[in-house]
């Protein structure tokens, strides 16, 4: 069975730090693109980073560019969303999601490429 499992939500004050981690088991890591989105309370959910198989291509949505960053380790079949400077308005459940790509070096934007879906991980910061 595929499974990823995304950790290290919690609770932060604005101006924060947090490290989520993305770890799967029953894939080649290194053949997936990995993508993190989140769902805000009322809101669609949206994509906010992605990082291609071989990890030398990411994308950061402009809502956190410059303040979030994606990495990947796959001998540890692990992606990181290192969140720096936490705002309110980035409170929500973050997901991780892993796209087969058959293309060394690309990621997908589009949610529905993505076959493989963790259970998510709350991040809350309080202002």
């Known amino acids: 069975d595929v499974q990823l499992q995304a950790y290290g939500g919690g609770l932060v004050q604005a101006g924060g730090s947090l490290t989520l981690s993305c770890v799967a088991s029953?894939?080649?890591?290194?053949?997936?693109?990995i993508g993190w989105f989140r769902q805000a309370p009322g809101k669609e959910r949206e994509g906010v980073s992605y990082?291609?198989?071989?990890?030398?291509?990411?994308y950061h949505s402009d809502s956190v560019k410059g303040r979030f960053t994606i990495s990947r380790d796959n001998a540890a079949n692990t992606v990181y969303l290192q969140m720096d400077s936490l705002k309110p308005e980035d409170t929500a459940v973050y997901y991780c999601?892993?796209?087969?790509?058959?293309?060394?070096?690309?990621?997908?934007?589009?949610?529905?490429?993505?076959?493989?879906w963790g259970q998510g991980t709350l991040v809350t910061v309080s202002s």
């Open positions: 999601a892993a796209d087969r790509t058959y293309t060394s070096g690309v990621y997908s934007r589009k949610q529905y490429d993505y076959n493989y």
């Open positions: 029953g894939i080649i890591y290194g053949d997936y693109a």
């Open positions: 990082i291609s198989d071989n990890g030398l291509s990411t």
